[in-house]
């Protein structure tokens, strides 16, 4: 949530920041901001409510010369979007000015504290906060940048990634990260460094990134080494790694949205996720981190799944996965919820945390906490070098490249795909998977890219019907077993982007209470493969059409029964049941994205949302 970039070198600085907001925007869309230190050493801020588009708008004819600036996208937490609230954020004397994407907790006190030494405040925003209480610092104890910077820090309860600058030293720009993400670029000959949320901003001029460490902070010269310390000057050899994004996978290309190009990508994204992790004869799973780590794995008595949203929903999948193939219990549990019930959970557990972005505030605090109490934590996720990955035992990407589109449609998938590597390597070590059974699932896990091609290609009976649904205020969505954690993504992802209110359920709860809400107007989502619990499913719709409600169902090629009965069906190739969810789920993103289109909404940016929940 909020996206922060900030550039120092030789190049017109506006040109990378606009650019850079751009490419973070699905982080936060309500306002944007950036400032510039021009030729003369003259300090100039633009700002805007809304996108970066109106950012650009409301600047067109002005200069923005400059090599030194930072700028923000932002999600709002503490006051409403607009102007006043956009970053950056001044200090009393003008003279320093702050990017921040996290939440300062303890703003309110500090706030107070500063009004009553005589400060004042323009903004309804703790970053406010922040940035005056820097100055307050410097100049109470007559400290530098870096030093009034970290003796703030030292107040700050909460999370936070900065970029300061102070006009009066434009060749400097002080950086510090605690528990949101943080990546410095680093340019030819040191002579331009970038600092972004992530690297997409950066993958256009270099490969050489820092992702700074938690609770550090970094003075970027131009020309000169970074220095990189704790609050307490301890000071940290920067790991430069390279970059493995390219410019290809940050791009639109032809699509009209994110959205479309990240379904579209699913048949060569989990091929890709499956890379070099099965063996040529198709006999094994290779996943090194069970391979090290699996003496640990096999001795754990339970399995928490810690997981949000769509996440969470491959989590439920997980779960089926793990005790079907592994015989270990598994819970599955929202990471929100998790780290404030007072878990019980301890060494003899082992943590999956799922995170496409790596980011999300609430699994990584959910990690942080399972750590502290001796448990071992593995990491599902696909932000190479975010926090979370960072934070655990060991894991595996699941490297399906930059997912930018708000709504998770690859990376649903390529969680699905790494779960089921997880649990067919898991219980091949522990002996509870029979080597038919375990060849079976590997034999057809290799056939999954090629049957969601077909299943995409089929998209024209899933458009069809979305022009019917468009004005639909409701829906349901229904599925049992391995179905069911589908039929909630399903709902989450129409109601994310299309605005329309949906729920999943499991298709034998209905006649414990949601049947009463079946009539002819309700569309009733059923997926319902030939798999499973087929003749049940088949039942479940019988009741719903004795309602008179609208049947659509999802059907394997090799379905006769349903397709008599259900209003409209979707065809999509036969697969065995615990690989449903890799093609099922995929006529669910398409419906819900022709339904958001028809309606005029923006797919990439729905309302209210952003990529990346760095707060709580
Ligand atoms: C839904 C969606 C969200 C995320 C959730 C967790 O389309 O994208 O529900 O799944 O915010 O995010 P990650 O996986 O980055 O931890």
Redesign the pocket.
Known sequence: MCGIVSYIGYRPAYDVLIKGLKRLEYRGYDSAGLALIDNQGKLNIYKAKGRVSDLENTIKNQDCIGTVGIAHTRWATHGEPSVKNAHPHCSQSGHLTLIHNGIIENYTSIKQHLLEKGFTFKSDTDTEVLVQLIEYKMLTYDLDLVEGTKSALKHVIGAYAIVVLDDRNPSQLVAARKSSPLVIGIGEGQEEYFLASDVTPIVEYTDQVIYLDDERIAVIERGKDLYISDLENHRQIPDIQRIDVELGQIEKGNYSHYMLKEITEQPRVIADCMRGRISPDRKHIILSAVIDYGYLLVKAKRIIIV?????WHAGLIGKQLIEEFCRIPVMVEYASEFRYSNPVVGPDDVVIA???????AD?LAAVELAKEKGAFIFGICNAVGSSIPRATNTGCYIHVGPEIG???TK?FTGQVTVLTMFALALGEKLGALDQAKYEEVIAELVTIPEKMKQTIERNEVVKKLSYVFTYARNFIYLGRGYAYPVALEGA??LK?ISYIHAEGYPAAEMKHGPIALIDKEMPVVCIATSNGQYEKVISNIQEIKARDGRVIAIVSDSDTQIRKIADDVIDIPSTIECLDPLLTVIPLQILSYYVAVLKGLDVDMPRNLA???TVE
Do not use: F, P, R, Y
Request: proline share 0%; glycine share 8%; charged share 15%.
């Open positions: 997981a949000c949203g769509t996440s799922i995170s496409q972005s790596g980011e999300t699994t708000v709504a998770s990376a989450l992802k994310e990529k990346s929940v």
